[in-house]
């Protein structure tokens, strides 16, 4: 068992009147979106906050925090926030570095590690570049760690890429992306798409490049199934080729199936194969928003999830069809859209509501409900947003962090 971050007999007592040990347990067992409020206590206290043994000392007494980091726009603009919806906390996080060159980043992706936060690529737009309207992928990867609270550069992905499919491997602190292109939210249907490959060594801080996809392919999502043996990199749905109507508008033309990379122990991969379409024409356009949840009663068989609309369907791997799982309770508010994501086993459909407080102030809530795989149920929860405009769920990234 992981001990607590030892104390010097020398340094003030961290709770006067117990002993040193008993005080680290119960400073360890405080939930992580409290930490900030309480580091400036006192000298001891904020030592022992950001000790980096903290994290491994809270997981040994499985008092680990499930939250969700939720980066509303650019964040090197809007500072990030961490959720905590068990307690109802929000907890901020410092923007990201920033360049006065570069502004406008969308379509990146986040994923945590442990004590850290991955930021990777992206779309934006740069000063220096010509014309100065045209967007540009990104290949900046930062790196936030929650014990020291800063942000970091990490060595920069070898292609760069934004709207791409992103996982972690499960049997080793790699992360690997797949596909990609430079579109960005302010122009829906244009930008280009790539079917680039590489993985990431957290440990080094190094990326190689793996097997292309079959096809370019970009706005795709990833996971990973399989069990230790035979781990299996999905990657589903996302826009290849565009077309034209009438020579002038451009439409996208989306994937009904997914490519899946057979991972082997030697190098960390292995070839393509491609499925079959995951459902017939005119049943749907293209994939919703996509979450993939951990099943601990048979890992190589994860639950996916994907929100279309109002509803809720579950892909099954065998079969290669979705189902319908659930429906939503509550619509979301006319222009207004879900965030779909999954933490400790839930899918969460988030949507933002504008309400009006006295003196006609402006208030936003998020109104979330939960929905459990496998007891069948909705819950929900209401909390005061600490973002003082509207949130555009469709742009917001998220991401779910364990402190």
């Known amino acids: 068992m992981t001990q607590p971050p030892p104390s010097s007999s020398s340094s003030p007592p961290l709770i006067p009147g117990l002993p040193n040990d008993v005080a680290s347990l119960i400073l360890s067992s405080i939930p992580f979106s409290h930490h900030a409020r309480l580091k400036p206590t006192?000298?001891?206290?904020?030592?022992?906050?950001?000790?980096?043994?903290?994290?491994?000392?809270?997981?040994?007494?499985?008092?680990?925090?499930?939250?969700?980091?939720?980066f509303p726009q650019d964040p090197a603009v809007a500072a990030p926030y961490l959720f905590d919806p068990r307690h109802l906390a929000w907890c901020p996080l410092?923007?990201?570095?920033?360049?006065?060159?570069?502004?406008?980043?969308?379509?990146f992706?986040?994923?945590?590690?442990?004590?850290?936060l991955y930021v990777l690529g992206g779309s934006l737009f740069d000063a220096r570049s010509f014309p100065i309207d045209r967007p540009s992928p990104s290949s900046a990867v930062f790196r936030f760690d929650f014990t020291t609270?800063?942000?970091?550069?990490?060595?920069p992905m070898l292609s760069p890429r934004?709207?791409?499919?992103?996982?972690?491997?499960?049997?080793?602190d790699q992360i690997i992306v797949a596909g990609g292109g430079s579109r960005h939210t302010v122009f829906s249907r244009a930008g280009s798409r790539m079917s680039s490959v590489e993985r990431y060594d957290v440990c080094r801080?190094?990326?190689v490049a793996m097997e292309g996809l079959p096809s370019f392919r970009a706005g795709c999502v990833g996971f990973f199934a399989g069990d230790e043996e035979e781990r299996e990199f999905w990657v589903m749905g996302g826009y290849g080729e565009a077309r034209t109507i009438a020579e002038v508008v451009p439409v996208d033309e989306y994937y009904r199936n997914a490519v899946v990379m057979e991972m082997e122990s030697e190098n960390g991969g292995g070839r393509w194969r491609e499925t079959s379409d995951m459902w017939e024409e005119g049943e749907?356009?293209?994939?919703?928003?996509?979450?993939?949840?951990?099943?601990?009663?048979?890992?190589?068989?994860?639950?996916?999830?994907?929100l279309d609309g109002n509803d809720i369907f579950r892909y099954d791997l065998a079969s290669n069809r979705w189902s319908l799982e659930s429906h939503i309770p509550r619509k979301p508010p006319c222009n207004s859209s879900f965030a779909f994501t999954v933490l400790d086993g839930e899918l969460y459909a988030i949507t933002f509501w504008n309400t009006v407080e006295r003196l006609h102030k402006r208030a936003g809530r998020l109104y979330i409900q939960i929905y459990h795989p496998q007891q069948k149920t909705w819950r929900t929860l209401i909390t005061k947003s600490p973002f003082r405009?509207?949130?555009?769920?469709?742009e917001a990234v998220m991401s779910t962090v364990h402190l």
Not at 149 to 155: L, N
Request: with cysteine; net charge positive.
């Open 42 to 70: 006192c000298k001891s206290w904020r030592l022992f906050l950001s000790s980096k043994t903290l994290i491994a000392s809270r997981q040994s007494l499985r008092r680990l925090s499930h939250l969700i980091c939720i």
């Open 94 to 107: 410092p923007p990201m570095p920033c360049n006065a060159q570069l502004y406008g980043r969308c379509n």
């Open 109 to 116: 992706t986040a994923v945590a590690i442990g004590p850290h």
């Open 149 to 155: 609270a800063k942000w970091e550069r990490r060595a």
């Open 162 to 172: 934004g709207s791409f499919a992103c996982a972690r491997d499960p049997d080793s």
């Open 205 to 207: 801080d190094e990326w």
């Open 284 to 306: 749907r356009t293209k994939l919703g928003k996509i979450v993939v949840v951990d099943n601990e009663v048979d890992p190589a068989q994860p639950g996916v999830f994907m």
């Open 389 to 394: 405009y509207d949130l555009d769920f469709d």
